[in-house]
């Protein structure tokens, strides 16, 4: 009854549905644990935005990599900007999605040593090798606040770190990076500035990160957990009709077999 089963075009069908839902599966198994990671970063960043502000050399040092716990963590630092060793990072956008630049200043602490400073955001120039306009930092010692960052990589930002830039222009926020070029001791990560506001609101100091959307990935692994189920009460479906149009040919083709009763003598 169920030989057509052997059939090419069945068996090929059954192999994809085999092949389907454990792909299927795991799909929804990946938006799931994305889920997992986006409450977990939400949770990150609403503790450490609630957080009392510590000194930032009690959060970082020279070379030390920032740990994800310390991720948007605030922190104050007070010291002096080195406007003359200022720069901007290439290729961000604000709040509206306007391309521009972070401005990204070098704050030397009391004792010497040196934290960067993402001041904010910026229009960039209209020639791409100028330097932008930026508004001046504010100068005599000053205690910064804001969030503390990790330093950027090409790995995992995906930001290509472009050679041969305009003079004091960058594409990532890298401590080692800016120390090699200071020759002085920076601490790692940095410092996204928060307070004090700068006058006229330039530049544009960068939201606080979004921290109550969790997204769509766990209606995104239902919906694959969903087409995972699907596919064998399709395949059984499809069996059973074939089945069933099998038998029905059969009986036509059996009854087209009969002899008709010869017609009745007169």
């Keep these: 009854m169920y030989r057509f089963l052997l059939s090419r075009q069945w068996v090929i069908l059954t192999l994809i549905a085999l092949v389907l839902v454990p792909t299927m599966v795991e799909l929804g198994f ?18 450490n935005l609630k957080a009392e502000p510590l000194p930032i050399e009690e959060l970082t040092s020279p070379g030390h990599t920032v740990p994800r716990s310390d991720y948007w963590r605030r922190t104050t630092a007070t010291g002096t900007f080195d406007t003359a ?11 509206d999605d306007r391309q521009g630049v972070m401005v ?6 009391r004792d010497g040593r ?11 120039a209209a020639d791409q090798k100028a330097y932008p306009e ?5 100068k005599g010692e000053i205690t910064v ?3 503390l960052k990790a330093d950027e990589t090409t790995d995992a930002s995906g930001i290509k770190d472009l050679r041969g830039l305009p003079d004091r222009q960058v594409m990532l926020i890298n ?7 200071l020759g002085r001791e920076v601490l790692g990560g940095y410092l996204e500035q928060t307070a004090p506001e700068p006058a006229g609101n330039t530049p544009e100091l960068v939201p606080e990160p979004d921290h109550d959307s969790i997204g769509a990935h766990m209606a ?16 059984v479906i499809l069996v059973r009709r074939e089945k069933r149009d099998r038998e029905a040919a059969a009986d036509t083709d059996g009854g087209a077999d009969v002899p008709e009763p010869a017609p009745a003598a007169v």
């Design 145 to 147: 606040i804001g969030r």
């Design 104 to 109: 990204l200043t070098p704050l030397v602490l």
């Design 30 to 47: 990946w938006q799931f644990h994305r889920h997992e990671r986006r409450v977990a970063q939400n949770g990150l960043i609403a503790e």
């Design 114 to 124: 040196v934290v960067l400073v993402n001041r904010g955001w910026v229009p960039a």
């Design 220 to 235: 995104y692994a239902v919906q694959w957990w969903l087409f995972a189920f699907g596919v064998p009460v399709g395949w």
């Design 85 to 95: 060793h200022e720069v901007v990072v290439r290729r961000r956008t604000n709040a």
């Design 134 to 138: 930026v508004p001046p930092a504010p």
């Design 175 to 181: 401590s080692a990076q800016q120390a090699e070029l």
